[in-house]
């Protein structure tokens, strides 16, 4: 079955950097990507940044400049390099594997467990 555990979570310091690693396995079919959410208290979960089966990245409006997204698929591995963080970035991050629909959309479909980021002031 599909398996995506993330870690790197922790608290740092507004300003400070955090890289977060997702691995993931298992047979994911119509696979066209992976990404990155996350999920603050109150609010919905949203897409903080993914890429497609072909390496194009795409970013939400407010990490774009601050947050990197790459990927190991040798390894199965989903990364997210955050740097400048701020503490509107203080949220659960889930990796997620994204499938195409029957509508041919893209969307995340497998999510791992989370981790938590905290950002201090």
């Known amino acids: 079955q599909v398996q995506l555990v993330e870690s790197g979570g922790g608290s740092v310091q507004a300003g400070g950097s955090l890289k977060l690693s997702c691995a993931y396995s298992?047979?994911?079919?119509?696979?066209?990507?992976m990404g990155w959410y996350r999920q603050a208290p109150g609010l919905e979960r949203e897409v903080v940044s993914s890429?497609?089966?072909?390496?194009?990245?795409g970013y939400g409006d407010s990490v774009k400049g601050r947050f990197t997204i790459s990927q190991d698929n040798a390894k199965n591995m989903l990364y997210l390099q955050m740097n400048i963080l701020k503490t509107e970035d203080t949220a659960v991050y889930y990796c997620?594997?994204?499938?195409?629909?029957?509508?041919?959309?893209?969307?995340?479909?497998?999510w791992g467990q989370g981790t938590q980021v905290t950002v201090s002031s």
């Open positions: 997620a594997a994204r499938a195409l629909g029957t509508d041919a959309l893209c969307r995340p479909s497998y």
């Open positions: 298992g047979y994911i079919s119509r696979i066209c990507g």
């Open positions: 890429i497609n089966s072909a390496g194009t990245t």
